[in-house]
């Protein structure tokens, strides 16, 4: 991974995602703001009604992990959903302060959250 990714990674702001479609197997692409925390990146969302992505991704874990903007690249990954207790509200509590939220316990209970794991290959670049 060179320079400027690795930068880019080490700083949350807006970047798409694709899934594949649990029942369409089509690609389905999204924009969301990824969290940058103790050298992992996480995805989560606000409170609220299931999203199609995470269900997407529970089918299969395989994305893709877009960067957009001043640098653009395209990361194959992994992701893993956490849902762990104690795990879940160290990261929690982290995405709810980048946010400004102080309602962690709804958070716990009704965002999504899940860790990108980047396939090797991309890391080792």
Do not use: C
Request: charged share 30%.
């Amino acid at each position: 991974m060179d320079d400027r990714i690795r930068r880019a990674l080490s700083r949350g702001h807006l970047i798409d995602i694709t899934t594949t479609g649990r029942r369409s197997g089509q690609p389905r692409r999204i924009e969301l703001v990824f969290h940058a925390i103790d050298g992992s990146v996480y995805l989560s969302g606000m409170p609220g009604r299931q999203r199609s992505w995470l269900k997407n991704m529970r089918t299969n874990p395989r994305i893709t992990f877009h960067l957009k903007g001043s640098v653009q690249a395209d990361l194959p990954a992994t992701v893993r959903e956490l849902t762990e207790p104690g795990e879940r509200r160290r990261i929690m509590e982290r995405v709810a302060s980048n946010w400004g939220r102080d309602d962690v316990d709804v958070m716990m209970t009704h965002s999504p959250l899940v860790e990108v794991l980047f396939d090797d290959a991309v890391a080792a670049a």
